[in-house]
């Protein structure tokens, strides 16, 4: 009986000791709990007097998105995506300093040469904003964080989405009417984006910068002269294409593909109407399609960003896949750093025509450039843009070289040494992917 009573009291002993460290644990969560409700609702509300109280426009978070919306004035112009469908744009609206000027950047995405090609195009966001994104994330160029983008951060900031297939210059008079339903309208949406963008602010616009990317990196030159005509006079307007400067040269058999295929783009879609009128008339009108071409008598400040070996041109100027049936090119073409020393040898000779198309501008005073030696395609709108791991010449971002330029802090014309020589290279890996870039 001794024993069995000492036992039972050794057992509630430990009962009793159980039992308070699980009641000290839950004591210990209740308060916890009650200390978090009560900071969430304090700093809730000091948020929302903050808000309240503040008259001036707040920037929002640097990852937030931006919402798209569709342009509804296309309508009344038929400024009309190539399946009829209205096209769209995500607006960001600028503060502080910035509430007054104004930066766009054109999305790219190719061309369409063939009514099999556009009608291909239809049902994806770049020929149908019933595939657009409804938020996109702004970064790089169009970021709203001072770190990404020391001096474009609080600017009104537009992204116009592409989905005409031909650099926002084609024309309806050239659409075909055999039951293809497809709408050649990019000067139209050109004209009817401006015209909104104008009724929001930008014609009050007192700094002012056209970007865009690859294809809309090629309507920036067709449109720059326009954009700066259509803005105060008294406005600092300038224009700036990245990976837009595309070459006439012929493939490593000799064909000159990328003269051929923007010659049916011109034919499919009117595109002519849009260049440059005093080129068309002194030559073949595709010639005046490539920025070599156009940038002579671009009068407003211009800015190229391009990398040497840009590798979208590779890709498909220099080595399409019908120059090399062997296979030779396979990986050199989606990877730099695969190529032996005779492919290296033939990407230098890419990049000696780049710089001599380049040579003429290079002497224009309020042109900048920053031409680096890596294997990339369309800088400006990603990290790239500025940040630890972005390509430097002499040890500058490219968003302290267009900031240079743009506000005249300095002469801003870079070109980067041959590849290897730049560390700072992020070069581009398309072997392992199936979504390789195609005309």
């Known amino acids: 009986m001794a024993n069995t009573g000492f036992c039972a009291f050794c057992c509630r002993r430990k009962w009793v000791k159980r039992d308070w460290a699980i009641a000290t644990v839950a004591i210990t969560v209740i308060i916890a709990a009650v200390i978090i409700v009560i900071l969430f609702f304090t700093v809730f509300s000091d948020s929302r007097n903050r808000k309240t109280s503040s008259p001036t426009f707040a920037p ?17 112009t038929g400024a009309f995506c190539l399946d009829g469908s209205l096209p769209g744009y995500h607006f960001q609206k600028g503060f502080g300093s910035g509430s007054s000027n104004w930066l766009l950047h054109i999305e790219g ?10 009608n291909s195009r239809k049902g994806t966001s770049l020929g149908s904003s019933n595939y657009m994104e409804h938020q996109v994330q702004f970064s790089g160029i169009l970021s709203q964080d001072p770190s990404q983008n020391p001096d474009f951060y609080n600017w009104n900031k537009v992204k116009l989405r592409y989905c005409d297939g031909a650099s926002f210059a084609g024309h309806p008079e050239s659409e075909f009417k055999n039951g293809t339903e497809l709408f050649f309208r990019g000067q139209l949406i050109w004209e009817a984006m401006m015209n909104e963008l104008l009724s929001l602010g930008l014609s009050k616009a007192k700094e002012a910068l056209l970007t865009g990317c690859s ?9 720059c002269d326009d954009f700066r005509d259509q803005l105060p006079k008294d406005a600092t307007v300038k224009c700036l294409a990245d990976a837009g400067y595309f070459l006439d040269e012929p493939d490593i058999l000799g064909n000159r593909t990328m003269l051929a295929f923007y010659r049916d783009v011109l034919q499919l879609q009117g595109v002519a109407k849009s260049l440059q009128q005093d080129c068309v008339g002194r030559m073949e009108p595709v010639k005046c399609i490539f920025p070599q071409e156009i940038i002579k008598n671009v009068k407003t400040p211009f800015f190229v960003v391009n990398p040497a070996y840009d590798s979208w041109q590779i890709e498909n100027i220099l080595v399409p896949i019908g120059s090399d049936p062997q296979g030779y090119w396979s990986s050199c073409r989606l990877s730099i750093k ?38 990339s395609h369309c800088q400006t709108s990603y990290s790239a843009w500025h940040s630890p791991n972005s390509p430097r010449i002499n040890n500058k971002t490219m968003a302290e070289s267009v900031g240079d330029w743009y506000f005249n802090r300095k002469e801003s014309k870079l070109i980067d040494c041959p590849y290897p020589c730049n560390p700072t290279c992020n070069n581009d890996d398309y072997t392992s992917s199936v979504l390789s870039a195609a005309v």
């Open 109 to 118: 995405g190719g061309w369409c040469n063939s009514i099999e090609s556009c």
């Open 338 to 375: 695969k190529c032996d020393a005779t492919q290296i040898k033939r990407l230098q000779g890419y990049r000696d025509a780049m710089l001599k198309a380049l040579s003429m501008f290079q002497r224009n005073e309020e042109g900048g450039m920053f031409i680096n030696s890596c294997f």
């Open 215 to 223: 294809a809309g990196g090629l309507a920036t030159f067709i449109h």
């Open 60 to 76: 929002p978070s640097a990852g937030d998105f931006v919402p798209l919306t569709l342009l509804q004035s296309a309508k009344a």
